[in-house]
Nanobody, 123 residues
Framework: QVQLVESGGGLVQAGGSLRLSCAAS????????MGWFRQAPGKEREFVAA???????YYDDSVKGRFTISRDNAKNTVYLQMNSLKPEDTAVYYC?????????????????WGQGTQVTVSS
């Protein structure tokens, strides 16, 4: 079992930055692919970024060049640095973990989820 706890969300003006953190506990963290997803009101949950245990990173086109996913296996933590934020980035952001190291952009491939953290970008 893996427990995931996100933090770092908040309210920011357009063009600003936020850094989300996801602390993992339980099962071995370093062998798990990790992902960030987001869900805006009335919309489906969507892929944002993913990272393998050796820190190969993958991004949705909508955030490429603005967001950076990283991980610190010694601290069992994954991060999402979000720069140049736009109002359309407003959503609840979720951290997710897979039992394997194979990354995926599909939410139903992930086995564990955090409770989510709200990110609101004002125009």
């Amino acid at each position: 079992q893996v427990q995931l706890v996100e933090s770092g969300g908040g309210l920011v003006q357009a063009g600003g930055s936020l850094r989300l953190s996801c602390a993992a506990s339980g099962r071995t963290f370093s062998s798990s692919a990790m992902g960030w997803f987001r869900q805006a009101p009335g919309k489906e949950r969507e892929f944002v970024a993913a990272i393998t245990w050796i820190s190969l990173a993958y991004y949705d086109d909508s955030v490429k060049g603005r967001f950076t996913i990283s991980r610190d296996n010694a601290k069992n933590t994954v991060y999402l640095q979000m720069n140049s934020l736009k109002p359309e980035d407003t959503a609840v952001y979720y951290c997710a973990a897979r039992r394997s190291d194979a990354w995926s952009m599909y939410s139903n491939w992930y086995d564990y989820w955090g409770q989510g953290t709200q990110v609101t970008v004002s125009s």
